[in-house]
């Protein structure tokens, strides 16, 4: 069984019921939620054997950050307890034209504060085949940064696979900051995961006669984007997510992957998604991406199961994606009836 390692921060996620807003809201639901964690639920699920690193307070809150990936199969055993606070974020849902909100808490959490020497990337990745991290975690800070740096290198001095999804997030840390820091950390990378707007925000690298307000896709400069990508970083593959947003509740989701050594360009299908919660829509694309490099996928195989695994994390409340491979493959040969299973 392939061993799967991902790095980041696990946060409180506190949202208004329903679709109610903050300022008009008495009451809150909380459950957990990250880039990073959200891969490792997935692969799990999946069968995969997936650990998850990060720092969190030894506190009943920490506690109960670690035991909601540990319902679902992750190996916790990896993970660092001590410093202050669990990082918060507040997810306002959109719907309709009024787009979703989300506001950031996670000034000095347990992972923003830690060290290089918290972590023994060589005792982490014994064993390991692939490492996964997104650009959210070095956005937290230069120490931050540092420690990414400590793990991409131990990963590639071990000939482990990394995979990096960009996630540049303007709350966390400016474009000049994020090209800096992911310039640096994009060397150690093989597979690069992208969206829209990602390329453009941290490489300044952007899709011609696209408008991802309108909705928009022009494929040809998606692949100019891809091959751009490669060729500056030397990545053996590129995905990217291409989101057209409709309104709040209605938007098409493809993708791309492109093969360096190949030259191929393969196009997944395209829903039209009715969406219930798009948080870690991205995030299940990238477990479904690993899963499907690492049972050996082709290419065109790859991409059509990562998008219809996030296709189906739309339809979940929360971070997590809570679906099966049974589940994906089905959606993925074509069956999206969605009709009752008896």
Known sequence: MAKVVTFGELMLRLQPYNYERFVQCDHVEFTFGGGEANVAVSLANYGLDAAYVTKLPAHAIGQAAVNSLRRYGVDTSKIVRG????????????????????IYDRAHSAIQEAGAADFDWNA????????????????????????????????????????CDLNYRGKLWTREQ?????????QYVDVCISNEEDAKDVFGIEAEATD??????????????AKQL??????????????????????????????AASG???????????????????????????????????????????????????SIE????????????????GDGSGRIQR
């Open 178 to 186: 994020a090209r800096e820091a992911m310039t640096d950390l994009c």
């Open 124 to 163: 982490i990745f014994e064993g390991v085949d692939w490492f996964h991290f997104t650009g959210i975690t070095p956005a937290l800070g230069p120490n931050v940064v540092d420690i990414c740096r400590e793990a991409c290198k131990a990963a590639q001095a071990r000939g482990i696979k990394i995979s």
């Open 264 to 314: 191929e360009y393969c196009f997944s299908k395209k829903y039209e998604l009715h969406i219930i919660d798009r948080v870690g829509g991205g995030d299940s694309f990238g477990g479904g991406l690993i899963y499907s490099l690492l049972t050996g996928k082709s290419t065109q195989a790859a991409v059509e199961f990562a998008v219809a695994a996030s296709a189906l994390k739309h």
């Open 212 to 225: 991802i307000t309108a909705g928009e896709i022009n494929r040809e400069g998606y692949k100019s984007v």
């Open 230 to 259: 490669a060729d500056r970083f030397g990545f053996e593959k590129v995905a990217i997510t291409l989101r057209e947003s409709h309104s709040a509740f209605d938007n098409g989701w493809s993708a791309m992957l492109y093969d």
């Open 318 to 333: 929360g971070d997590y994606n809570m679906v099966t491979v049974a589940e994906v493959e089905k959606l993925a040969g």
């Open 83 to 102: 410093g202050d606070r669990v990082g918060i974020y507040f997810n306002e849902k959109g719907a309709s034209q009024r787009g979703s909100v989300c």
